[in-house]
Structures are given as C-alpha cells and as structure tokens.
C-alpha cells in the first residue's frame, strides 16, 4: 500500500500544471464594529492548508485547486464561521466573525465522506480544541476528554486511561491518531493509549456505531486525534509547552518546531513526562507512578493537488503496576518481596516490581488528492508495539507480547453538483503477535481484516440525508503452544492453547439526517448497526491476568457482536442560551463478557485465582447527555450537564460492568474583555462542581460506589508577547480533597481512593523562528 501511494503521488505531481493556479483572498472583520482581527485562521482541513489573517485583517491562502471545498475561520472569543466555497469560480471572501465563547459550526473530519460542518452530521460528534485539552488538568490524553458528556474512563493510577463512550469501552472503541487506527493491546484492563499527549491538536469524539467508516471494534463510538495546522506558508516557529501537578509531582515539558517552504512541510516533536506516586486523601499510594519518553516527525507536501503527510512516532513508557499488598497489622504497603515500605518510598518516583515497560513505533502515511470536484483518500501506517510486564523480577518481563500491525485505507469521493456526495473505500489490517516472555496468556495469533462500503450524502438549504453500507470479513488464527512441566515452550507435553481458526463476516450501514427548522432549533437522527469481531483474549487466553487478579480462559466459539443504535439530538441556540439534548437505544446482539462460574479457581504457584471465562448473551445500553450553557450578560457563562447511561445483560437479568453512574457538571465562567490593544488577552475565571451519584446496578464480580461531589477551579489568560500569545493556565481538582471511589477506577477494589487535591500550572510558549515576507 506505501508504493501505490508514492506511485499515486509521482502522477499527480507529474500532472500538477493541468491544475488551475487557484488563490483564495479577503479580510476577516468583526460583525458588530467592522474592526480587522488579526491573528484569525483560515483553513481549509480537506486540503490541510490555510493562511492567518494580517495586522489589517487581510489573508492570501496561494496554489489551490478549482474545487469545491470547506474553509474555516476560527479565532479566540469569536464564533466560528464555515462556508463552502468553489474555488474554481471564487477567488475573493470576506468573512464577519460575532464574538461568543461558544465554539459553534466547528468543522469535523470524522463520521463523513468530507470535512462537514457539525450541524450536518447526523453523528454524534463533540469536537475538542486544543486550548481545552491543554488547560483541563489531567494525566494522560484519555484523562483529557473524560469530562465530555457521554465519554468516560476506566483507570488504572494516573497513566492508564481506557476511554468508555455511552458505557462501551475495551475494544468497542477505535482510536485514531494521524489517520491510522491505533492498535496496541487495547483489550488489557491494564493496557493504556500509546499517544503523546501534547501532539494533539484536536480530538473528535464519535458517540455512536461508526463501523461504516471504521470498521469492526468501532461499534461504540471512535475517538479520533488530529494533527496540528501545518506552519503557514514560507514561516519556520514552534512552540514550549510545559506543565506542573503538585499531587504527584508530575511534570511534562514538550517541544516543538515546524516549518513550511513553498509547500514541503515538516515538524518535530519531543515529550518527556514523569509522575512519582500519587496521593489520595489519606496515602501516598505505592508505585504508582510513571515516566513517558516521546518522539515523532512529520515531512509532507501541501500542494495544489492536495496533501501527503508521512508520520514517524516513538512512544516509550515505564508504568509502576499498584498491587496493593498491605501489611495486615499497620495497613501500610508492602513491596514484592514482602518488606515494608517506608513512607519515603511510597511517595517517590523510583519504580518496583511489578511495573510494565510499553514501546510503540509507528509510520505512517496520510495522502488527500484533489480531482476537479472528486477527492481521493489514502492512509496506510505499520505499527510495531512491545509491552513487557516484570511481576517477579525487575530483570525478566514475565508477560512480554509484540505485536506488528499493517493497515491500509482507500476512499474515493465524488461530489456532484455541490450537493451530493457519493463514495467508496476498502480498508485492511494486517496484524501478528508473538509472546517473547515466559508467561503467557494469549496464544501467538495472526490475523487478516478486510472490508468494504459505499456511502452516499444529499444536502438541502435545511436538510441533509445519509447512508450507507459496509461488509467487513476477519480471520484469525491462533497457534497452539505446548509446554513442559516447567512451563516452558517445548515440542510435546501439556496444551496451553490449542490451534484454531475463526472467520467473521458481517454487514454493518447507517441511515441518518439532520434538519435546521430555523436559525435556533437542529434536529438529528441517526440509526446505525455497527460490528465487532472477539479479540484475541476473548477468543484463545489461558492464563493470569497481572493486575486483574484473576485467571481467564477464551471461548473460540465466540461469534461477532452486532449492534443496532437509534439516537437523536434537538439543538437550540439562541444569543442567551445553548442547549443540546443527546438521546439513545442501543441493543447489541451476542454481547460478550466474562463471568466466574460457581465460584471456579485455579491455584498456580500455590496461589487461587478466581477463573473467568468469556461468554456472550444479549444486551441492552440506554441513555442521555443533557447540555445548557446560559450566558445571560456578556462574558458570563453558566455552563451545565447530564449524562446517565443504563445498561443490562438480557441473558442474565444483570447490569454490565464498568458503567459510570449518573453524573452532573456545573461550572460558572467569567471571560473579561479587556480592550483590544491590551496585551492580556481573554483572561478568565472558571468555579465547577462535579456530582455523581451512587452506582449500584453493578455486576456481580463489582462492588457498589457511594456517591460524592469535587469542588473545582481554574484561572487563565492569554498574553501577547511580541507577535505571539502566550497561553498561562492554573487549575484545581477536588479542592476540598475528598474521599471518593469513582465506579470505574480498578483501584477501588484494592481500597484505594482516587486521587486527592491537585494543582496544575501550565503554560505554552509558542516562537517564531523565520518568516520571509
């Protein structure tokens, strides 16, 4: 797939002067005073490219096609405005921005053919800046988006986050980062995201089946990372991010610094994070902390004919593993080897057995062609990830799983009469993975994943009209492994895993619509079946789970999930008050989970276990996330939320596991206006009070969580230095340093709490470095 996409891009470099030499120009003024605004962004996201506005408000964006295509204008305490030009026909846009801190018609890559505006995707997708990733406190990237109605997380300590979206977690979400799916175990309760938190420019979360374009594993919704802004033409800048959290000491420091001569483009990228055990209200809790080393490059061409954007990352990560043995007299922890540890080591950062070391290197390539009005779209990435987990030796991993992965991705889009979109695409997965270590838990496997659709879009002056279809097929095969009395791999002597083959076919589609009735009321709905094959460690594991305390055993019998989702939004926005109401139904067919039957355990190395095997019945998940933002003066936001979500197993009359309970957000936000010469720019004050309450529809291997509240707070502001803006942020979470068990922290059933009082300080330095005028 690299090849054909290099061969497709000599072409169409070879045919570039067929091309119209296009230039989009204008100036970006203020609705109400006619004032320029400088620094406004304009970009086009099909093509990657865009131009920010001059000290007089004017912006040139050289060496476009004639095509019909989106184009954006952002800038800080304005709403975003969209608009769908041909620029075969136009060469000229003045565009008026309205100020507003709500981030209305924002542009979505995710769930369509085309880059979209929001309110003309029948999708549920919420759009996440970066401003908002940087300035909430958090961990990790998962931890980031956690306070977004209808996403959650299941943890494990302060670096492992697994994202849940509308109670679906595990491998019901596909994560994509750069245009390549993500893939590194994610089927382990102990197994994080292996994505540098700082690259993110911009997340887009998909609530909902989205197989059509996503394939199996994406039948709950898809998180999906997005790049930064390529670096305006001819310039060369970067930018300093740094932050601080004083409940675990972690800080984080990332550099970056891009460029852009005449369409070659390039940036690079380095991260180093380190956590040391973090504190709950009554502990410091042992080895839990962390340390996290990234790397990453990009080289690519924005041209004319569209872009090619070829990825290089390196993500490395050491992770302290929390058994939480305690010593049965003082209740403090003990170590691997059963000695006390002192409260000098419970708090520090050096880690002990047992922790895991994850490395994961990706390349991959991300190509968008322009034809006329059609666009192409090719993505093909290789994947090499090695997790290791020392549980006895610090020198020898016991578990140790590498996993390479190939994936590729066409789509062709035709656009007719600025109107109707039509396209079609294929996607593969090429995947192996070995065990190197000398435990083993999931047998060695290979597997192949192919699948195709075909998609159609209708657009109206209020009213748009989708669907589409998809068939996806898998095969996976595991390899027998057979071991001596020892437990090593040998020719002969006990099975530990059998050999088997599955394959897996099925249909999955959508049919959805979105209707303005006028310039206040959006409608969507959306019904979509979406589809996911058994994972590897439900189909073939035989062994101890480290970190879940348990042994499980996998059915290869097991068929694929199939789901079938109805959903609906009502959207009102008026000058004093937003509001969004999300609904949904979704019924999952041969839903797969884990039970202990009749108390079953298994002793190995004179220690029980209970033993878990994988089964599947009927489900159910039901729910709603409630949005209102009431801005009644200028600068004065009251923003709240909902989100409830309520879902049982058909086939034994029980609730499923990990579902966060019902959960409110209320925050009050004070956003000065300063005048607009002064080098303070949107300061701000921000107080919010997060409310859950008690979850006690829980699984029998659960146990029940009461329920709390945190208090919350923050203070920002941007501060233009030079001809940058500096952004400075402060926040607070559980202020009043509360005793609390969130449902879905693995930690509770060790009686850990979560996380006490924590301050973060950040700040982002961005540099220009050249700029030829």
Known sequence: MIKIQFILLFIIVLSAPVFAQGVLSGRVTDKETGEPLPGATVFIPDLKTGGATNEKGFYTIRNLPGSQLLVQVSYIGYKAVTASVDLGKVNKKDFELSESAIEAQEVVVSGNALSSDNSQSSLAITPITRNQLFTIPSTNLINSIASVPGVSEITTGGEISKPVIRGLSYNHIVTLNEGVRQEGSQWGDEHGIEVD??????????KGPSSLFYGSDAMGGVINILEPIPALMNTVNGELASQFSTNERLYGNSLMIQGNQDGFIWRIRGTYKSAAAFKTPTEYVYNSGFDEKNYSLMLGLNRKWGFSHLHFSAFGSDIGMIGGERDSISQHFVDYQGNLVTDKEASGRKLSVPFQNVSHYKLNDLSNFVFGKNQLRVSAGYQDN???EFADSPDHPGLWFNLKTWTYDLRYTLHFD?????????????QFNRNKGIEFLVPDYDLQDLGGFVYAKKTWERFTLNLGVRLDHRNIT???LVIDSLGHPASYGKILFPSFTDDFMAFSGSLGMTFRLNKVLNFKFNIGRGFRAPNIAE??????HEGTFRYEIGNPLLKPETSLQVDGEIAVNTKYLNAVFNGYYNMINNYIYYRNLNGETKTVNDKTYPVFRYIQGNSVLKGFEFELDIHPVEGLHLDNNVDYVWAENQSTGTPLPYIPALHTQHEIRWTFHPKKRNFIRNPYLEAGLEIHFRQNRVDAFE???GGYFLLNASIGTDIK?????WTLYIGGKNLTDTRYYDHLSRLKDLGIYNMGRNITAGVIIPFGIYEKR
């Open 197 to 206: 938190q700082f690259s993110a420019d911009r997340i887009e979360v998909l």
């Open 386 to 388: 090695e997790r290791k």
């Open 418 to 430: 600025h109107t109707v979109e039509v396209s079609g695409g294929l996607a593969g997965m090429t």
């Open 478 to 480: 595991g390899k027998q």
């Open 539 to 544: 189909l073939g594991s035989n062994g101890i």
């Open 703 to 705: 146990t029940t969580t």
């Open 721 to 725: 230095v030079g001809k940058q803006q």
